[in-house]
């Protein structure tokens, strides 16, 4: 098989103009989605927010951008992967710039609604691109890399934040991740190669209703689309209210100790990549239930009074959310049947529909039970995704899975 007629495999030059394309894709796609996450409790301070109000900057954003994932695949049919993918990010860095100028909360938040939508023609044509292009013993490495390079934007988007609020301002560090997002869009499309089999060697894909009705009629694709929701909702909202909990006595730490929290962020760059190797090899079905429970017992330690606790919990549950969002999501580029795009858009519809609203809820749990209301709530929910995961380890392979 050679690489101008068929998939692309692991070694080649191609594969890695890909990996480092959609690298930067994922690394400022997530930078400027999660900027604003350790800066909550700045914005709730200038804004005379609760901690659910000052929640809405993230959490809106994450709502409208899963909105736009669900019609992303057919506006990528009418003017090209590529194409939708760089205008997405131009236009997400030029709405970041424009959010720091926003003169109240509710002119924040009306820029951030627009980010969303904004940021929503990336993520689903990324994963769709990568299973259309890569051969399927390279799938799961690929996506582990396009994931660690969103773990590592997600990860730099609240450290420089965080660190730069401290030195200067919240709103110059928000303007300079906008500047920066319109470079990396420039990178990006001198980088990715156009899309070679998006419906070229395939038949005409079935129509939204039609698909949808397809994939939910799937003996494994509902349970794969139900994870992301709990698994992000669990996973953003650690992030969410750790800050307020470290900034807060007995710890009183800085804005900038508490966004190096998310440098934790690097093990999930590397459980990612490690991840989707180890499903290569072991099969998905029988590494995905593992990762949760390194989850649970994460937050589980996070409960103990110390910061070095705390750290050692953030870190596991970071650990095993990125490696668990590896696995399920690249097992959704294996099973699905055309329109394979579709599925990878209601796949992160779910994550960040569970973004949007587990992260807004626990808010209000926030407020009212304190920490241990916040970890009881989110170990819930990660036991109800491990009972998914462990059911799903006997679903009958599909022709392309396993």
């Given amino acids: 098989m050679t690489e101008a007629r068929g998939r692309i495999a692991a070694g080649s030059i191609t594969f890695r103009r890909i990996n480092r394309a959609m690298a930067i894709g994922g690394f400022s796609v997530f930078a400027l989605l999660y900027c604003v996450q350790p800066l909550m409790p700045l ?14 900057a993230l959490s809106v954003s994450t709502a409208t951008l899963a909105l736009a994932l669900l019609v992303s695949s057919s506006v990528a049919e009418r003017i090209g992967r590529k194409q939708l993918m760089v205008a997405s990010m131009a ?7 424009l959010s720091a100028f926003a003169v109240d909360y509710p002119q924040l938040v009306a820029a951030r609604v627009l980010l969303g939508l904004a940021l929503g023609g990336l993520p689903a044509v990324a994963m769709a691109y990568l299973a259309d292009e890569i051969e399927g013993g390279s799938l799961g490495l690929a996506m582990g ?21 401290d030195v200067v301002s919240w709103r110059i560090a928000v303007g300079l991740l906008g500047v920066a997002g319109l470079l990396a869009a420039w990178q990006f499309a001198r980088s990715l190669p156009p899309s070679r089999h998006a419906g070229g060697e395939r038949a005409p894909a079935p129509g939204f209703a039609a698909g949808l009705r397809t994939h939910l009629a799937d003996e494994g694709l509902p349970w794969l689309f139900v994870l992301p929701f709990l698994l992000m909702g669990c996973f953003v909202s650690l992030y969410n209210y750790i800050s307020y909990r470290l900034l807060a006595p007995p710890f009183e730490l800085s804005q900038s100790a508490v966004g190096a929290v998310s440098l934790l962020y690097l093990l999930g760059m590397f459980s990612s990549m490690w991840a989707g190797k180890l499903a290569d090899r072991l099969g998905r079905r029988n590494v ?9 017992a994460g937050l589980l330690v996070t409960l103990h009074d110390s910061v070095a606790a705390i750290v050692l919990g953030v870190g596991l549950a970071t ?15 294996r099973r699905a049947r055309p329109p394979q795009a579709l599925a990878s858009s209601i796949y992160l519809f ?31 929910l990660l036991a109800l995704a491990l009972a998914i995961a462990l059911r799903l380890r006997r679903l009958a392979p599909a022709a392309a899975s396993r």
């Fill in 91 to 97: 236009g997400g860095a030029l709405l970041t710039v």
């Fill in 288 to 296: 995905l239930w593992l990762f949760m429970v390194v989850m649970i």
């Fill in 350 to 380: 779910c994550y960040y529909a569970g973004s949007s609203v587990v992260g807004w809820f626990t808010g209000y749990v926030w407020q009212h039970a304190g920490w241990d209301g916040v970890i009881a709530l989110l170990a819930a």
């Fill in 319 to 333: 650990f095993g959310f990125f490696a668990a969002h590896s696995v399920a999501s690249s097992w959704v580029g």
């Fill in 43 to 56: 914005l709730a301070q200038d804004f005379h927010l609760t901690p659910a109000q000052s929640s809405l």
């Fill in 145 to 165: 890399m396009y994931i660690s390079g969103s773990a590592f934007g997600g990860m730099s988007g609240r450290v420089l934040a965080s660190v730069m609020a």
